[in-house]
């Protein structure tokens, strides 16, 4: 019979195991857009992910997606509900490495994620943070250690391979800035869709999304019930968010 000291060693070392293997980051293949772009994949829980943000400006049969760059014409598209992206803009100029969509071009059934993927759930996204051990240990797997306002030493963990970086967000609240109260959003916030939303009422304007801030060691999320959403806990459709996506489940 083993004794307590080598049973708790037994039990460390199985722990340890499992915490590599199921956080070690498995680079297995890159996914492409139709536009040509390429994104690695990492296995992260029980899905494949891709580890940078999408950027393409077609939808899957070719069609451009509507670039809505300036003020008026995202706040159109967003009256409108319909599908537009925009580069990041700030008094710095346009940033054409980050790409951001309103959740029209998200759920428009031409699909912007590249072939043999998807945009993830609400439920995905909540089964993936569950699986890592929750919002708190999320955040500092996912967080990229540079870029950050603040130094995120205390913040990121050293299996970061999700590679999250602030790279801003678009709101129509606020007459389509990019601009958070507190100031730009690059380099404090990032903000990914989710194919879910609230379909009922005063919700059917709103949607999910993982939200990622430079002061808080968490991650924001909107996990609900399949039925019951708050409009403080969603966002509207037409703000320009991030996206990630997931490899489709082999059949």
């Given at each position: 019979m083993l004794g307590k000291s080598q049973a708790m060693k037994i039990l460390s070392l199985l722990g340890l195991w499992i915490l590599i293997n199921v956080h070690n980051p498995l680079f297995s293949q890159e996914i492409a857009d139709v536009d040509g772009n390429t994104y690695p994949v990492l296995s992260m829980g029980e899905h494949q992910w891709t580890t940078e943000n999408l950027r393409v400006t077609r939808f899957n049969n070719g069609d451009l997606i509507p670039q809505a760059q300036t003020a008026e014409e995202w706040l159109n598209a967003s009256k409108n509900k319909r599908p537009a992206w925009c580069y990041y803009e700030d008094e710095a100029g346009i940033d054409q490495t980050?790409?951001?969509?309103?959740?029209?071009?998200?759920?428009?059934?031409?699909?912007?994620?590249?072939?043999?993927?998807?945009?993830?759930?609400?439920?995905?996204?909540?089964?993936?943070?569950?699986?890592?051990?929750?919002?708190?240990?999320?955040?500092?797997?996912?967080?990229?250690?540079?870029?950050?306002?603040?130094?995120?030493?205390?913040?990121?963990?050293?299996?970061?391979?999700?590679?999250?970086?602030?790279?801003?967000?678009?709101?129509?609240?606020?007459?389509?800035?990019?601009?958070?109260?507190?100031?730009?959003?690059?380099?404090?916030?990032?903000?990914?869709?989710?194919?879910?939303?609230?379909?009922?009422?005063?919700?059917?304007?709103?949607?999910?999304?993982?939200?990622?801030?430079?002061?808080?060691?968490?991650?924001?999320t909107d996990a609900r019930s399949k039925t019951q959403f708050e409009n403080s806990d969603l966002n509207l459709k037409g703000n320009g968010f991030s996206v990630r996506c997931v490899i489709d489940p082999a059949p």
């Open positions: 980050t790409v951001l969509y309103n959740w029209y071009a998200v759920q428009d059934p031409r699909g912007i994620a590249p072939n043999g993927s998807h945009i993830p759930s609400i439920n995905e996204w909540t089964s993936l943070i569950n699986e890592l051990g929750g919002v708190k240990k999320c955040a500092r797997m996912f967080k990229s250690n540079e870029g950050w306002l603040r130094p995120q030493a205390t913040l990121v963990h050293e299996l970061n391979a999700f590679n999250i970086e602030p790279v801003g967000s678009r709101y129509t609240c606020l007459e389509a800035s990019f601009n958070w109260y507190d100031g730009q959003s690059k380099g404090r916030y990032v903000n990914f869709w989710t194919s879910s939303h609230g379909q009922y009422g005063i919700y059917g304007n709103h949607a999910n999304r993982i939200g990622v801030a430079f002061d808080l060691d968490h991650l924001i």
